[in-house]
Structures are given as structure tokens and as C-alpha cells.
């Protein structure tokens, strides 16, 4: 008898474990499952995932000239007198605004927005050319599906890139205010 129900309760657990990973929630360890995030039987979201990865660390890399505008700008600002380095007067007028050194940087990942753009827009035409379940995903009681299947990956590299574009960001700012001499903070 305790057997049984032993089995029965084995059954029961292994029941729900299917049903939770069929739809989608968190099972076995995983914390993210790519395969919610892209259409059903897509097989290119790890090629997705790695050109995303390269065109915002590109980005990134190129906007690496921030700290090169920034050590001629704080080197503008001092004048040598014999071998003492000497704030100038007017170096609050030297002074360039952060806005300034940064202007065009995040342009860079312009290219990485408009990869995931893209790959929101093949995701649906994937559902035409390759499974031909466009019809399929229309008829399905559950409206968003279709739609969350083309855009939930490209949107969560968006917010991702935006993420980490806005962490860049605050560190150029520290490190923008560390380099200022005390005369000039704003």
C-alpha cells in the first residue's frame, strides 16, 4: 500500500515537471530557457546571440576614446611652470561639459539596435519560410503568442544593451568627475 502511493506521488511530481517545462516556466536548474524566447524549432539564436554580443562589445570598445578626449582635455587645463604642473585661470572656460566628450559615443551601438530589430522582423517571417506554421500561430487561442515568440529574444538583448549602456555611462561620469581638478567641478 505505501508503495503505491509511493509511485502515485513519483508519477504525480514527474507529471508536473513536464507540464512546467512545457510551458515554459523554470525546471531542472535553468533560470532562462532560450528556446521561450525565439520561435518554436528555431535553430539560430545562438548565432543571434553571439553577432548581439559582438556589435554591442564593438560599441563599447570604440567608445573607449572617451578617456582619450578626457586625458587631452584635463592636460589642456594645466600649464608647466619649470617642472611644477599649474591649474590655469581660465581653465573653467577650457573646461568641456561631459555631454561634450561623450557626444557620439552610443552611436556606435546603433548598428547593435538595428541587428535586434531585424531579428525581431525574421523571427516572423521564419514562421513562412521555414515551418510554414504562420497559420498555425494565428489560429492559436493565446492572441500574444506569435508575437512574443518573434520579439521576446530582440527585446530582452534591448534591454540588456540599454542595461549596460546606462552602467558605461554612470562609470564615464565617475570617472569624468575623478579626473576634474577641484577648481572646475560643476
Known amino acids: 500500500m505505501k508503495a503505491q502511493g509511493r509511485m502515485e506521488e513519483k ?4 507529471d508536473n515537471n513536464e507540464i512546467r517545462e512545457r510551458s515554459g ?6 533560470l532562462w530557457k532560450p528556446e521561450s524566447c525565439f520561435p518554436p524549432g528555431y535553430e539560430h539564436w545562438e548565432q543571434e546571440r553571439n553577432g548581439a554580443v559582438f556589435l554591442l562589445g564593438a560599441g563599447i ?4 576614446r572617451f578617456f582619450g578626449r578626457l586625458y ?6 594645466y600649464l608647466y611652470v619649470g617642472q611644477e604642473r599649474v591649474l590655469r585661470e581660465d581653465a573653467r572656460e577650457m573646461l568641456i561639459s561631459f555631454r561634450g566628450l561623450t ?12 541587428f535586434l530589430i531585424i531579428m525581431a522582423f525574421w523571427h516572423y517571417f521564419y514562421y513562412f519560410h521555414r515551418t510554414k506554421s504562420i497559420y498555425l500561430m494565428r489560429r ?4 500574444g503568442v506569435l508575437a512574443a515568440s518573434c520579439i521576446r529574444g530582440p527585446l530582452l538583448g534591448m534591454a540588456a544593451g540599454a542595461a549596460v549602456l546606462g552602467l558605461l555611462q554612470l562609470l564615464y561620469y565617475e570617472v569624468y568627475l575623478l579626473a576634474l581638478p577641484k577648481g572646475c567641478l560643476p
Open 11 to 14: 508519477n504525480r511530481m514527474e
Open 25 to 30: 516556466h523554470v525546471g531542472r536548474g535553468k
Open 61 to 64: 570598445v570604440l567608445s573607449l
Open 72 to 77: 587631452r582635455m584635463v592636460k589642456s587645463l
Open 103 to 114: 557626444q557620439g559615443h552610443w552611436g556606435l551601438c546603433v548598428p547593435f539596435f538595428l
Open 140 to 143: 492559436l487561442p493565446a492572441r
